[in-house]
T-cell receptor, first 116, second 112 residues
Framework: DSGVTQTPKHLITATGQRVTLRCSPR?????VYWYQQSLDQGLQFLIQ???????AKGNILERFSAQQFPDLHSELNLSSLELGDSALYFC???????????????FGPGTRLLVL | AQSVSQHNHHVILSEAASLELGCNYS??????LFWYVQYPGQHLQLLLK??????LVKGIKGFEAEFIKSKFSFNLRKPSVQWSDTAEYFC??????????FGPGTRLSVLP
């Protein structure tokens, strides 16, 4: 158990819909990262938040957005869903006091999204 | 943009065999390098990481990796694999301005 929790574990929805994935980082970790893992694209970095502010952006679509709340949990919002959005979505957290990559990332168990 | 390649898609070994998984990245400059492992049905876990200093890095569970800057490589090694090492292994690179880039992964199957 990494200490990072994600809900829900599984999500089945239809094209065009909107879903929200939730991540609670390890206690004391200020940085949250979101990743998408799919068979054709592999593991892709989406976005990072550090202490409530967006720190880095990767291959995140405009239909996707994220935020980190004052209690440091984070939500990833996926809208206008397409079949190709079906994937495993991981979040990871790290202490990251300097905002850099030096600290170990601890990954959550992921949310498996299936878009029908 | 930075890209990461892993030489093998699927590696099959017998227990006690030696392991080497290749990882190459495309751009030079200062990089931070990682190997992650994903056991069946589990989340990714960090095996080891390199930021600076000794290019031979030791990680958990007997794994080590060697950073060879001239070859843009960060190969993962283990002298003797066990059945419990069956998993998917991901190499990742962090470069400022590029963020994290993961390789496609190598699936390791260890036969008992």
């Amino acid at each position: 158990d990494s200490g990072v929790t994600q809900t829900p574990k599984h999500l089945i929805t239809a094209t065009g819909q909107r879903v929200t994935l939730r991540c609670s980082p390890r206690s004391g970790d200020l940085s949250v990262y979101w990743y998408q893992q799919s068979l054709d694209q592999g593991l892709q970095f989406l976005i990072q938040y550090y202490n409530g502010e967006e720190r880095a952006k990767g291959n995140i679509l405009e239909r996707f957005s994220a935020q980190q709340f004052p209690d440091l949990h984070s939500e990833l919002n996926l809208s206008s869903l397409e079949l190709g959005d079906s994937a495993l979505y991981f979040c990871a957290s790290s202490v990251d006091p300097a905002g850099g990559p030096q600290e170990t990332q601890y990954f959550g168990p992921g949310t498996r999204l299936l878009v029908l | 943009a930075q890209s990461v390649s892993q030489h093998n898609h699927h590696v099959i070994l017998s227990e006690a065999a030696s392991l080497e998984l290749g990882c190459n990245y495309s751009y030079g400059g200062t990089v931070n390098l990682f190997w992650y492992v994903q056991y069946p049905g589990q989340h990714l876990q960090l095996l080891l990481k390199y930021f600076s200093g000794d290019p031979l890095v030791k990680g958990i569970k007997g794994f080590e990796a060697e950073f060879i800057k001239s070859k843009f490589s960060f190969n993962l090694r283990k002298p003797s694999v066990q059945w419990s090492d069956t998993a998917e292994y991901f190499c990742a690179v962090f470069q400022y301005g590029q963020n994290f880039v993961f390789g496609p992964g190598t699936r390791l199957s260890v036969l008992p």
